[in-house]
């Protein structure tokens, strides 16, 4: 692979391919072999190298485990069937990882040094990119302050890194979800819209409560009225109330703005579908699921990809929608993305990087 950076490459003496255990992979278990690594020092990204995936050696007073700043995204590269390296929408992930960067104060990373650190990343794993449908090399691209300063204040240093997996399914069935109206996920001003380590660690608590319950996820709702439905946990949520998409708006910046979320807008124009980017309210919600006005619901994500919603739980009621068939829209655009993302069709959008 062509590259005009300089990243020093140090293989691994022993793969962990053959151990690897592809047809019963968990998400997020099996790590593949390298992984990429920038500094940022002196206001500039330096010293780019791949090595062996390995742990890290940080301080105590390393500012992330104090005051979290840490930046993520979430992305994935297929197979074809000639073998060929196909990766989804890299660009637009690239660029959401430096929106996050700029809101959490921390140095952007330059389009060259993650485009080219990815695919040569890539180009030296391709073995663990798995080749069957359903299957991909999930990429966890991330940057952290690795400051070794108690103070608050944006740490002077951090690290760039992107490390693989190859997985299946994030949900392996539909996921039942609750409508959450006490916890907020995200608040008006606040860093939602970003992919910040700790909107996910302040998540958590109530995601756990509502799995006490025996639901998968959290359906999100604003943190000022709690009527208003925003997100999930893992995904963007999209409604199919009498054949019109209903989906979250970005521009509060309280919702992450889902490049799986994007896609699948632009497809279900192209469909012909009448798509609306407005809040969905819990009462509009709770109406069209009594009188079976709610055709489909299902999140969109990277890791999620189309996952189906068969249980929704509001006020106090659980509601179970139809099971989905073969055409619905939330199967077809599933087929769509797939299609694409495997190279079965050929790609009219600019989305696939092939190499
Ligand atoms: C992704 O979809 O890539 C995410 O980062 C979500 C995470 C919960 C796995």
């Known amino acids: ?35 990429f690594v920038a500094d940022y020092k002196n206001g500039e990204w330096t ?57 959490m104060c921390i140095p952007e990373i330059p389009a060259e040094i993650f485009m080219e650190g990815l695919t040569t990343l890539l180009d030296l794993d391709r073995a663990w990119i798995p080749n069957k449908l359903g299957h991909s ?38 996921v039942s979800v609750k409508v959450e ?20 660690a302040a998540s958590l608590y109530p995601a756990l409560q509502a799995q006490k ?25 999209m409604f199919m109330i009498n054949d019109t998409l209903i989906t ?7 919702i992450l703005k889902g490049i799986t979320r994007d896609s699948v807008l632009k497809i279900a124009k192209e469909m012909g ?8 309210t819990v009462s509009e919600l709770e109406n069209a699921l009594k009188k079976g006005a ?17 249980t929704i739980h509001v006020n106090g009621t659980d509601y179970e929608l139809p099971a989905k068939p073969s055409y619905a829209f939330s199967h077809q655009v599933l087929k769509k993305l797939d299609d694409i993302k495997y190279g079965k069709v050929a790609d009219t959008r600019g989305w696939i990087m092939k190499f």
Request: charged share 20%; with cysteine; net charge neutral.
């Open 1 to 35: 692979m062509k590259t005009t950076l300089q990243i020093n490459i140090t293989k691994t003496s022993k793969s962990r391919l053959q151990e690897t255990d592809f047809d019963n992979l968990v998400f997020g278990k099996s790590i593949s072999d390298h992984m």
């Open 47 to 103: 010293d780019l190298r791949i090595e062996p995936y390995a742990p890290l050696h940080l301080m105590p007073a390393n500012s992330t485990l104090h005051y979290g700043q840490s930046i993520f995204e979430g992305m994935k590269a297929y197979k074809n069937e000639a073998g060929e390296v196909l990766l989804f929408r890299a660009d637009a992930n690239q660029k959401r990882l430096n929106e996050s960067a700029v809101r």
């Open 137 to 174: 090399l999930y990429i966890r691209p991330f940057i952290f302050a690795t400051d070794d300063y108690l103070g608050v204040r944006p740490s002077e240093t951090y690290k760039f890194m992107i490390f693989t997996c190859p997985v299946g399914d994030y949900y392996s069935k539909p």
């Open 181 to 200: 109206q006490k916890y907020t996920r995200a608040a008006e001003g606040g860093t939602g819209f970003a992919k910040a380590a700790g909107n996910y």
């Open 213 to 237: 319950l025996g639901y998968d996820q959290l359906l999100w709702t604003d943190g000022k009225t709690h009527q208003n439905i925003e997100e999930s946990g893992t995904m963007n949520v």
């Open 248 to 254: 979250a708006p970005t521009h509060t910046g309280t």
């Open 273 to 280: 579908y009448t798509v609306e980017e407005r809040f969905l």
């Open 294 to 310: 709610l055709q489909e619901a299902f999140g969109t994500g990277t890791a999620a990809t189309i996952a189906h919603i068969a």
